[in-house]
């Protein structure tokens, strides 16, 4: 075993290796994994819809604050209670 400033040099090769070989598997985990419960879709992009999709509801809640009524174009007003994406 070689030695440098009193550690060994073979054991902070194997510790960057390991460490380089996590970091290839959290990528993998969250970027390339297909989840079955998900739709066959990695977590990366399940996790975007997610927040896209609650921006959207957000807009929504936004467009529906002031009364949750609507004009129709003759002018009468229907009350919007069930929305569904």
């Known amino acids: 075993m070689l030695w440098r400033a009193g550690r060994p ?3 902070l090769e194997v510790s960057e290796s ?3 070989a996590t970091l290839e598997w959290a990528f993998w985990f969250d970027n390339s994994r297909l989840l079955e419960p998900l739709g066959y879709i990695p977590l990366a992009e399940a996790e975007a819809n ?3 999709h609650l921006v959207s509801q957000a ?3 936004a467009w ?9 174009r003759d002018g009468s007003t229907f ?3 069930n929305i569904s994406h």
């Open 9 to 11: 040099k073979r054991s």
């Open 18 to 20: 390991i460490e380089l």
């Open 50 to 52: 997610y927040y896209r």
């Open 59 to 61: 807009a929504m809640a």
């Open 64 to 72: 529906l604050e002031p009364t949750g009524l609507r004009e129709t």
């Open 79 to 81: 009350r919007i209670t």
